[in-house]
């Protein structure tokens, strides 16, 4: 069993265009959905970062 947590993010404009993507390594994580919360944190400190104030979340 594996501690960490691999997560993908992209962000896509209005048209559906890419702009910028990111992924990154979670670790210590020994729960799935703590995993899932934590990448949805550091989703929305990026968009927080990149003053972006408008945005839809997909999630799989």
């Known amino acids: 069993m594996?501690?960490?947590a691999g997560i993908g993010m992209c962000i896509k404009d209005a048209h559906?265009?890419?702009v910028d993507a990111r992924t990154e390594?979670?670790?210590h994580i020994l729960d799935v959905m703590?995993?899932?919360a934590?990448?949805?944190l550091r989703a929305l400190?990026?968009?927080n970062e990149?003053?972006?104030t408008y945005m839809n979340f997909?999630?799989?």
Do not use: A
């Open 34 to 36: 703590i995993g899932k």
């Open 2 to 4: 594996s501690n960490k």
């Open 25 to 27: 390594l979670i670790e």
């Open 38 to 40: 934590m990448g949805s």
């Open 50 to 52: 990149m003053q972006i």
């Open 58 to 60: 997909e999630m799989d």
């Open 45 to 47: 400190n990026w968009v």
């Open 16 to 18: 559906g265009g890419f």
